[in-house]
């Protein structure tokens, strides 16, 4: 019986995001983080072998992602101050993410449609930021101004205006695509307070098990965006 290279793919993923499940569930670092790490590259490769258009900025979204796991690895193993690294590269990931969604709307159609949404939605990353940036600073080693704290303070506005543009975009084209987009940054803003939890105010079992099953379903997620070939605009409501 002959395998498609999605099906090697897919069966891939599948066992290795058990693997990184039972490293979360038994404890054990190297497994999990080994594991974690052969995900994302698996999506780069997916993406361009199946998605029927390709983006600049969402495959370097995706690259961007899979070079900080491949940091997190050997920082686990090396240095730990490789994970500042991995945050920028992060961030790299999450703006071109930010650009792939905002290029499509035309704002003042949409400005001019949900004024009221788009307050609302301002003042709710303003809190959001607030309480992320309390609860970092919480952390004894880590004073305001500082790079480690401009670095916090970057990551956590970037994953808010993801969350708020894929809304947005959502809301502007009323497509499937939208709506998996939407639900991949909302997973995206819990699983960083989740990780703002277990590293800042209590580092317990129970919100690793939490972050860890967040992260499977983001990635579920991504794959499905990937893999079903939806990528393209169906409709714009104006």
């Known amino acids: ?12 993923l599948m066992v290795v995001s058990s693997l990184f499940i039972v490293g979360v569930l038994f404890n054990f670092e190297t ?6 790490a052969f995900i994302l590259p698996s999506f780069v490769y997916l993406y361009f072998t199946e998605s029927e258009t390709i983006s600049k900025h969402f495959a370097v ?4 992602f899979a070079i900080a796991e491949c ?11 490789l994970y500042n690294l991995s945050s920028v590269a992060y961030i790299f990931g999450y703006v071109n993410l930010l650009l792939y969604i905002v290029k499509s709307i035309n704002y003042k159609q949409l400005v001019s449609k949900f004024k009221i949404l788009i307050i609302v939605l ?3 990353n303003g809190y959001l930021i607030f309480a992320l ?4 600073l919480a952390e004894n080693t880590i004073e305001v101004f500082t790079y480690n704290f401009l670095i916090e303070c970057a990551y956590n506005i970037c994953i808010l205006l993801v969350l708020s543009f894929s809304l947005l975009n959502y809301l502007y084209h009323d497509s499937k695509k939208g709506i998996l987009l939407f639900f991949v940054s909302v997973c995206i803003v819990l699983l960083e307070m989740v990780q703002v939890a277990y590293l800042f105010v209590s580092s317990n079992y129970t919100l690793n098990v939490i972050y860890s099953i967040l992260l499977i379903i983001g990635f579920c997620l991504v794959y499905t965006y ?11 409501l104006f």
């Open 1 to 12: 019986m002959k395998f498609s290279k999605l099906q090697l793919v897919t069966g891939l």
């Open 31 to 36: 497994l999990k983080n080994l594991s974690r």
């Open 61 to 64: 979204f995706l690259i961007s």
């Open 71 to 81: 940091i997190k690895v050997v920082a686990y193993f090396d240095s730990i101050n």
């Open 122 to 124: 301002i003042v709710f």
């Open 133 to 136: 940036n309390k609860m970092i």
């Open 226 to 236: 990937i893999v079903t070939k939806i990528n393209t605009y169906y409709k714009v």
